[in-house]
T-cell receptor, first 109, second 117 residues
């Protein structure tokens, strides 16, 4: 079965980098995702990475994947107040997404 | 292109009642999935439909059911509501839905907030 774990909270100063970590257990997952949820809103897809990649960069976002340790991270460069949200990592199998509990990122001035 | 729409956005029901939630996928998307989000359990998969067929179902009691119509719109129904059914119900759509995900990513609607009193 699938089990995705994340740390629950992260506080970061505006302008610094944020790093959100995630571990997963389903080694058959071929794609891993990061979603963002702002208050009162649904989930917004931020980025995804194919399991045969080690890194993917998309503007301020960098995803690192360590398949051996089943560890996924999301780095947000130059964190802004608009980045305050809950971030979910997810793995996909059998037509469904399995999510972590979400990391609440708070950006302080 | 319009995103995933869900109606209603907010709903208040009492225990024992039933409720029907509606989801219209992005135009051209044929796969629709439903998720329940609660503070205690997080995001949990309910079911996925493609071409009016349920391809996968999560670990929820039979009170939770769904269906998909020929135009890809989907509804989910919860009968005999319990207090614990209070949650944000999210619908997501993708082009065809692939077992392992991939570039055919899921796009989420804003959700329906259900409160059971």
């Amino acid at each position: 079965g699938e089990d995705v774990e994340q740390s629950l909270f992260l506080s970061v100063r505006e302008g610094d980098s944020s790093v959100i970590n995630c571990t997963y257990t389903d080694s058959s997952s071929t794609y891993l995702y990061w979603y963002k949820q702002e208050p009162g809103a649904g989930l917004q897809l931020l980025t995804y990475i194919f399991s045969n990649m080690d890194m993917k960069q998309d503007q301020r976002l960098t995803v690192l994947l360590n398949k051996k340790d089943k560890h996924l991270s999301l780095r947000i460069a130059d964190t802004q107040t608009g980045d305050s949200a809950i971030y979910f990592c997810a793995e996909s199998s059998d037509y469904k997404l399995s999510f972590g509990a979400g990391t609440t990122v708070t950006v302080r001035a | 292109k319009a995103g995933v729409t869900q109606t209603p956005r907010y709903l208040i029901k009492t225990r024992g009642q039933q409720v029907t939630l509606s989801c219209s996928p992005i135009s051209g998307h044929r796969s629709v999935s439903w998720y329940q989000q609660t503070p205690g359990q997080g995001l949990q998969f309910l079911f996925e439909y493609f071409s009016e067929t349920q391809r996968n179902k999560g670990n929820f009691p039979g009170r939770f059911s769904g269906r998909q119509f020929s135009n890809s719109r989907s509804e989910m129904n919860v009968s005999t509501l319990e207090l614990g059914d209070s949650a944000l119900y999210l619908c997501a759509s993708s082009l065809v839905g692939t077992p392992g995900g991939g570039t055919d990513t899921q796009y989420f609607g804003p959700g329906t907030r259900l409160t059971v009193l």
